[in-house]
């Protein structure tokens, strides 16, 4: 009976990456958190009571005041590991 063959070249086996975890810095989520908060409370304070002294000024550029701190939260929240 004639004998199988044998592999002339060893199986490949793929080298080992130590694989590193990434740590968000510890100023993110806070930051991120009160951002948002801001931003809501800013557009919130806008329609309760428009006619407080710094959003009479501003009268409707305090919606993108409000939509910028939240959309700063939320880019930084791409960001969170």
Avoid: H
Wanted: hydrophobic share 50%; proline share 11%; no cysteine.
């Amino acid at each position: 009976m004639p004998k199988p063959k044998t592999r002339k070249k060893a199986v490949y086996t793929p080298p080992q990456k130590t694989q590193q975890v990434k740590v968000s810095p510890r100023w993110l989520a806070p930051t991120m958190v009160v951002a948002w908060i801001i931003g809501i409370l800013w557009i919130a304070i806008y329609y309760v009571a428009p006619s407080l002294p710094p959003f009479a000024e501003l009268q409707n550029w305090n919606l993108l005041i409000g939509f910028v701190f939240i959309i700063f939260g939320v880019v930084l929240s791409t960001r969170w590991r």
